[in-house]
Every structure is written in C-alpha cells, then in structure tokens.
C-alpha cells in the first residue's frame, strides 16, 4: 500500500530517543507510528506528520524524562530529605559546636564579602567609558639624578600639539585642577568652591559623562559657556530650572559671566576624575592666558587614539615630541599609559611600571580569602576531631545498605546546610554593615539585591565554602569501616592528628601577622601623630584671600592687629598645611648641573615665621616695613641649607627663573607636605603680589577663639561684603593629613579582631573535644592522685603547642610584611623584636584564656562523674 | 489502603487494560477511549498514566512479539494485577453504595 511508504520525519524520531529512557522508546515510537499510519488515512500525509511532531513533542514531560536511569536518580533525591533531617538534628543536639561553626563562618565570610565588594569596586575605577581601550593618559619619563622618574602632569599644550602632529590620535584634552578657590553667584545664592576643572571641548565625547541638558559635542565650544554638575546646579539655583541661565565667577578680585550650556549627570562614585563644574581652556586662552610653555608641566593630558591603532606604535614616535619643541638637551619623553591602568596600576620604579594600588588591593583580596578559609579550617578541624561520635551513624548506615557515596552525599549536604546558613546571617550582617563600612573606607558601596549576577555569586559561592570544607570531612567520615565500628574499636585519630595541628598553626599564623600589623600600624600612627610639626598649630587659623580682601588688605592687617585679635598676620600663597609648588630649576652658587633635586616654593609676604610660630635658626624673619628690600628676600630651612651646601647661608642668592631672591633668614625644618615623609627643602620666597591666595591669622592666646572668630568675622565683613565668612583653624586641618593612615590603622583592627575571634572559637571547639575525649584518663589521674595544676598543665601543653608553632613560623613573614609597608614612609618606627612579642604574648593570653576556661573545669570536676559509668 | 486513590483518567485506563486484555498497548487504549468515549486523548497522558499505575503495582507488562506494522517496533502489553482488580472493584462498591442513596424519584424526575 501506499501509505507504508510514507515515512514520519526522521528529526522527530532522533529527538525523541534522545530524552526518552531506552527503555520506553521502543513501544513509544511503535505507537506513535502506529498513529501516524492511521492518521495518514483519515488526515493525509501533511497533516499526519504535523500530527506525529506534536504528538511526539507532547511526550517531553517530566512523566517520561524523569523516567530516566530510574534506580540511580530517585535514591539520593529520595534520601535528601532525611539527610537535611539528620543534619538538622545534628546540628540542634551539638548546639555549641553548630554555633562555632556558623558563627565563625559568618565572621568570616561577612569580612570577606565586605573586602570583595571594596576590591570588587576598586576595580571597576572608570571602567565604565565606552571608549575606555582606546584612551590613554599622557606621562612624562626624565632621568634626574640618575633614576627615571614619571609623572603624570604634562604641559598645556602637548594635547594640541597630539592632535595636530600625530595622525593616529583622535583627539586630545588637557585637564586642569588648579584648586583655586572660586566665588559663585546665582541670584542670591553665593557659593565658595574649588572643585573646578578647565578643559577642553572635545572632553565630554571622549568620556562617557552623560549630560542631563546640553550636547556633549557642542557644550564647553564657546569660551564662556561652562557645565555643571547635577548637584552643584541644584546647590546653586535650588529647584529652579539651571540649563541656559548666567553665573558670574569671581577669582583674585576679577569677575566673569558664564552661561551654563550643560548639566552633567552627578559623577558615579567610581571614578577617579572629581569636579563640580567645567570650564573651557578657551576660556583662559581668550583672556590671554594662553600656556604654550613646554616646562610648565600643569594639566593631564588625556589621548584618545583612532580605532585600530596601537599606543605602542604611537609611544615610539610620541616620546620625541617635547625634545622636538622644547630645548633639544632635554631628556624628558612623553609615553601614553592606558586609562584603565590608571586607577590600579599607576606605580612607577624606575620608569616601568611597578603595581600601584593594585598592590593593597591584592592583600585586601588576599586577606579576604584568609578568612573564609580559617572559617573553613573551623569546620574540618571540628567535624574530624568529633568523627568518633558520628561513627556509629555510619556504621549502621554501611550496614543497612548505604554506599560510600551516599554517605559522602550526606555529610556534604549537613557542611552545605551550615554554609547557607552562615552565608544568609552574613548577608543580613554584611548589608547592615556596608554603610558604616562605606564611611570608613571612604567608597560609597552598595549591595546589588535586583541583580540575578549577585544573587548567582553570593549562592554559588557559599555553596562552594559549603563543599570545600565538608570534602574533607566526608571523605575521611564515609571511610569507617563498619565492622571496626560496631565491634567498638576506637578510631584512631592519630594520623589525622598532624592535619588537625597543621590547619591550627595556619589559623593562628595568621592571626599573629594581623596582630603584628595592627601593633606596628598603631605604633606609626602614634609616631607621626607626635612628630614635632616645627611649627605652632594652636590659635592659627587662615582663610582664603578674597580679591576685596586683598584689595584691603594693610587696613584688614592693621584692624586685627591693633583690636588685639591678632598678633601676627601673613599673607601666603597657599595654607601651610599645603605644599604649593615645587621646581627642580632653581639655581644657586656652587650648584651641581646634574643635580635634579626638588625643593618646595612657598610665598609669603613678612612676619611669615612669627605667624606660624617657626624657629629662626639664623638671620631675621621677612620684613618689609622695616626692610624693602625684603620684596626679593627669602627664608630657607634647614633641608635647604644641606641641599645647597651653604657654609653661610644669610646673603646667599637663590635663582629662580628671572628673580634673583637673597637669603635673609634660615628656619628650623617644619611638616608642610606630608608628616610621613622626609622634610623637603624650601625656600619662602618674599612679596610676589599676584601669587597669594590665603591669609594665616596667629589669634591672641588671651583671649578664647569664639571671641576672636567673632571680632575676625566682623572684621571681614568690613572689608568684603560679597564672600560668606570661611576661616580653618590649622591643628584640625593637620590632623586630617592622619586620616588615612587611621582608616588603615580601624580596617587592620577590625579584620584581625574577626580573625582572631574565628581562630579562638576553633580553639574552643577542639579543646573541648580534647577534654570530653580524655575525661576517663583526666579522672583516672586524679584518682592515681594528680594534682589539678598538673593536669591542666598535661592539657594546655597539648593544645598550645600549634600556638607556638604558629608564632614561630610566621612572624618572620609578619616581620618582612610590616617591613615592605614601613617603607613606604620617610618617617618611620624602626621595626624591633618587642612587636613580636608583644603579638605573641595577645595570641597567647587569647589561646590560654580559651583553653584553661574549659580545662579547669574538667580538672576540678570529681572523678567519680567520670568514671562510675562503665 | 487509606491512601490509595485513583484519578478518573487512570480509573480509565486501568479498566481499558483489564478490558482489552491480551491486546492492552497505549496506543490501542487511547484509540478505544477515543472511539467508546468520543473523547480527544492525548498519547503521551495515556503512556505516563501507564507508568504511574506500574509503579502503584496495578499492572504490570512484558514486551510483545515482532510485528511487521508500525515500524517493526514491539508493543508492551499490560495485564491488571490483582491489586489493581481490587482496587477496581472496591471504588465501583463504592460508588454503588453512594447511588444507592440518591432517591429514585429525583432519577424518574429529570
């Protein structure tokens, strides 16, 4: 017949085989073609085989599929329910050792999951650029005093010069902050802020900043024309509308209108560009200050290159192009760094690239994983050494029947329970924390609940901890031998006895180099925190020089001075608490030509060591009623005097560019960049009057400050109607030069406190193990007469060993890590055995009052408890 | 036996094995509740419901011989068991005993 001959589409049939059991396919198919043939008689062919598809399709049902290799699937999913029930059970009729182990694993992985969310950030630093591959950031190499030195501010006018002269660059953009303090007015509102940045048009189609209102590539085209923030838009015109309107700036005394042309989405927190508002070089240029000095290293230079270029190419021509347009002698080169480097891996030693931040993010990570794992260790440690107590479950169920797999399934199961236990309570931890975490290290993080990525992470990640540290476990547990068991022969836990010491001299091991860290941390912060600053912090305040103010300024000086409110005022170019500006090309007599050295620039007007309390070695403090000549004086400190090697340093002349400044006094050295370095050399050059931008006010100590704020705030009204009353007393100022290192300082403490409070909860768990498997022998002592001493003696020893063994082994490595950091400052503790004492003798004191706690209880209990039951 | 129970399709289909005896294939049962039931049966519900009645231990089966029609593939041939003859029975009992309380009257009344 005819009908035989037509066949039902074969696909439909291999499809079928696929996800049907081997045992069922064959009647199935036979019925399905038995259908077929029919319907291919009362439907006909097309619609016979659309038929067939159908009907086939509708057998992928769990009905059938689950059919599967029926014995093996349905056993352990049948069994793990009451795995889950044997593991709850467990877990409540154990409650101390369920709650080492959760408790101790929650610590862990809530310092874990708070350090990978910070590393998790620091890595996505201004990742988010949609041309982020292909830009660069301009640095410069130079070889002074015979190491290659790289800095990444560039001159002006490399950006132009890129793009006019390199075909392989896109485009280029200077960007400046210059820190100077700007008067903002809008309406009535008038703000003070320094958070401004030049740059050039092309900036915002470079990055991926988006703008609220305004085109990203017509904005900042027009020299007036500016772009704020979403936030300072708001600070300045509240809720009216701020797109189009006009704000005037005013800076030393000058005023200038501008239109805002865009209003740029708020900066994500992950960036490493920071500002408030944009101006267009153009700007500048069109009041002409145009910079086309090529030594005048002042912005950052940002390069985007043409698709399909390499940077590589471009570094070896690139590198020229300040010898081509500077003086031919010099060895500067420009080379291009990616921008996504630039957060992480920005370290330079000797003009390669040597880490940067990625460094402490490293450890950071590192530390992270350190404590999940010496969570973990809690958990193998305490689920072998109470293997005895789970080996008659195992052997009845080896007995009923149960496979090692089986077995191995069900103690992975009880360590996975636990696991997403401890990982919930450190989610709920974790997410209470962040805030106050985020505060501490200064990063805005969050927690990422609508992500499926997050959720997938967090699950699977304890869902790992869960498996690594059961593997172990269940491994060694599934291994009993029934026979042994039952019979009652103990098992031998001597060989894992090793194992267990090893994972505690580990645990513990860490803990003494966290200990190490903080002790040395501490003790550097108080070092630096009591440096002689070499200068008088209290009653010094100093505020910006406002343009009327300096217009003002001898009748300002005069009023405070002569009401008593002041005893000395001094006009500078930058707060002392500042470094200002640094050169390598200042010139004096008997200077070396290869020397390169850097010495700091500070302006002041007179009285500069009087106002800020400084000690005068030799010669006088600038004067220029009493000397005029003092216009080109300057002060040196001592740093000064060894670098220049003058034998008589008053009436030595200091070149600096053009200006010839005679020394007319010489310093004690003061803190005026960073406490933790070196004191650099300085030279405080005399009356440069369009340099100064601040005003530092020594307030009379007989009287309290908030009579001469008062006094100083009507004063300043006097003179300047216009800016808001803005004044900084300097000891606050300073010790914000400490907050980093204290937020180093709390992160150590905090990460080694969790550390050692994991580590001290595993030490419990096995000394109370130790003491319940030894309570007969602990009773047989004392019934032979032992005394209690001696027996909590026999026990610490025990249990302290692995503690010493840890102290000994890792603080060399402790040693050499606090070392490697202490480096990084000029100003340092010298590192000595008594840190490591000291860190030992915590670690110790901890493990004795853990273990002596449970061992005295043991050696005082009566024997007769002990022993009457057998 | 408190918890045993049958659904109505598998009632169905347990009575069309223990009906059609020697010749109880899943094709054959869905065509024969097709053809007595006017009643559109899906091929897959009848195999899976097969299954499920095996694993219950109402039926059980055993591989046919060759054929020469439907491709030359074998046909698994069901027999009720006793349990699922007594399961049969009972839930027809029961359901006697519920018609037998329902008033002639309202029968006659329709």
Redesign the interface.
């Known amino acids: 017949m005819s009908h035989n001959n037509v066949r039902p589409p074969q696909w439909v049939l291999r499809f079928l085989r696929w996800f049907c059991p081997d045992h069922?396919a064959?009647?199935?198919?036979?019925?399905?073609?038995?259908?077929f043939?029919r319907d291919v008689k009362t439907f006909g062919e097309r619609k016979a085989r659309r038929r067939f598809t159908w009907?086939a399709i509708?057998?992928l049902?769990p009905?059938?599929v689950l059919?599967n290799k029926l014995s093996i699937q349905l056993t352990p999913f049948y069994m793990l329910g009451n795995y889950f029930k044997v593991a709850s059970r467990v877990m409540l009729r154990n409650r101390l050792y369920s709650f080492i182990n959760v408790f101790g694993l929650t610590l862990g992985l809530t310092g874990a999951c708070l350090l990978f969310l910070w590393v998790g950030r620091e890595f996505s630093y201004d990742q988010f650029h949609a041309d982020k591959d292909r830009i660069y950031k301009a640095w410069n190499r130079e070889v002074q005093n015979g190491e290659i030195q790289c800095w990444s501010k560039t001159p002006r006018v490399l950006a132009p010069t890129l793009v006019q002269e390199y075909p392989a660059v896109e485009s280029a953009v200077s960007y400046a902050r210059y820190g100077s303090s700007q008067l903002f007015t809008a309406g009535e509102t008038r703000l003070i802020k320094n958070t401004g940045v030049y740059t050039d048009a092309q900036f915002l189609t470079m990055f991926s900043f988006p703008l609220l209102k305004g085109d990203p590539s017509k904005v900042l085209r027009e020299p007036n024309t500016m772009v704020v923030t979403e936030q300072f838009a708001r600070q300045l015109f509240g809720d009216r509308e701020a797109f189009g309107e006009t704000i005037s700036i005013e800076e030393s005394g000058y005023t200038f209108q501008f239109t805002v042309a865009g209003i740029l989405k708020d900066l994500p927190p992950n960036t490493d560009f920071y500002f408030d508002y944009l101006i267009p070089f153009s700007f500048l240029e069109s009041i002409g200050e145009k910079d086309t000095y090529w030594k005048n290293n002042s912005v950052e230079t940002y390069v985007k290159l043409r698709t399909g270029e390499s940077a590589d190419q471009l570094n070896e021509v690139v590198k020229d192009v300040a010898k081509k347009h500077s003086d031919k002698e010099t060895t500067r080169e420009i080379f291009l760094y990616p921008l996504t480097k630039m957060h992480l891996y920005a370290g330079f030693e000797n003009g390669v690239p040597a880490g940067g931040r990625i460094q402490i993010i490293r450890m950071l990570g590192l530390l992270g994983i350190c404590l999940i794992v010496i969570a973990c260790v809690n958990f193998v440690n305490l689920s072998t050494a109470r293997a005895q107590r789970r080996s008659k479950e195992v052997g009845i169920r080896k007995v009923t029947g149960a496979y090692r797999y089986s077995l191995i399934l069900q103690f992975l199961c009880e360590s996975v329970l636990i696991a997403l236990g401890a990982g919930l309570l450190s989610l709920i931890l974790v997410y209470l924390l962040l805030p106050s975490f985020s505060t501490l290290i200064r990063q805005p993080l969050t927690l990422d609940f609508f992500s499926p990525y997050f959720w997938t992470m967090a699950f699977s990640l304890t869902a790992f901890i869960g498996l690594a540290a059961g593997l172990y476990p269940a491994l060694y547990l599934s291994s009993f031998r029934p026979v042994r068991i039952l019979k009652g022969v103990a098992i031998t836990t001597g060989n894992r006895g090793w194992l267990r010491q090893s994972l505690v001299v580990f645990q513990f091991g860490f803990a003494v180099m966290l200990i190490v860290s903080v002790i040395v941390v501490s003790k550097q912060v108080r070092y630096v925190q009591h440096r002689e600053a070499g200068y008088n912090r209290e009653h010094l305040v100093y505020q910006p020089a406002t343009g009327s103010l300096q217009k003002n300024y001898s009748s300002y000086r005069n009023d405070l001075l002569s009401s008593g409110t002041a005893t000395s005022v001094t006009m500078t170019s930058a707060p002392i608490t500042e470094p200002w500006s640094n050169t390598t090309s200042l010139q004096w007599n008997g200077k070396d030509p290869a020397d390169r050295s850097v010495v700091e620039r500070f302006i002041a007007d007179e009285a500069f060591s009087k106002t800020a309390g400084l000690t005068m070695l030799q010669g006088r403090d600038l004067d220029l009623q009493q000397f005029p000549s003092d216009s080109s004086g300057a002060l040196i400190n001592e740093a000064a005097v060894k670098l220049m090697g003058f034998k008589e340093p008053v009436g030595e002349i200091i070149v600096d560019g053009n200006t010839e400044w005679h020394v007319v006094g010489v310093v004690k050295d003061f803190v005026i960049t960073s406490p933790h370095q070196k004191i650099k050399p300085l030279v405080v050059m005399g009356c440069q009057k369009n340099m100064f931008s601040t005003i530092h006010i020594r307030l009379s100590a007989a009287r309290t400050s908030q009579e001469n704020l008062k006094a100083l705030s009507s004063m300043f009204a006097k003179y300047d109607q216009s800016h808001p009353f803005e004044y900084h007393f300097v000891d606050e100022v300073y010790q914000r030069k400490f907050d980093g290192i204290r937020a180093t300082l709390t992160i150590t403490g905090i990460f080694s406190a969790l550390a050692i409070t994991i580590a001290a909860l595993g030490l419990l768990g096995l000394s109370i193990y130790v003491i319940e498997s030894r309570v007969k022998e602990i009773g047989i002592r004392k019934v032979l007469g032992g005394s209690v001493a001696g027996v909590v003696k026999l026990l610490c020893m025990h249990s302290l060993k692995p503690i010493f063994l840890a102290i000994v082994l890792f603080s060399p490595m402790a040693w050499l890590s606090m070392s490697w950091w202490l480096q990084s400052f000029d100003y340092r503790i010298a590192m000595n055995v008594w840190v490591i004492v000291s860190a030992a003798t915590v670690i110790l004191s901890v493990a004795m009052v853990t273990i002596v706690s449970q061992t005295l209880r043991a050696a005082n209990a009566n024997p007769v408890h002990s022993l009457r039951n057998e | 036996m408190a918890k045993e129970y049958l659904g109505e399709f598998e009632e169905l289909v347990l009575m069309m094995v223990a009906a059609l005896q020697e010749d109880a294939?899943?094709?054959a049962i869905?065509d024969e509740i097709e053809t007595r039931l006017k009643r559109e049966v899906?091929?897959?519900?009848v195999?899976?419901t097969l299954?499920?009645l095996e694993d219950k231990g109402y039926i059980r089966s055993k591989?046919g011989g060759e054929?020469n029609?439907?491709?030359g593939?074998?046909?698994?041939i069901y027999t009720i068991t006793s349990a699922g003859l007594a399961i049969l029975r009972t839930m027809r009992d029961a359901r006697l005993e519920i018609w037998k309380m329902i008033p002639q009257f309202k029968m006659s009344g329709i």
């Open positions: 069922l064959e009647e199935i198919e036979g019925d399905l073609l038995q259908r043939a009907n509708r057998f049902r009905g059938i059919r | 294939y899943g094709a869905a899906n091929l897959s519900a195999h899976v299954y499920r591989m054929t029609e439907r491709g593939r074998r046909k698994r």
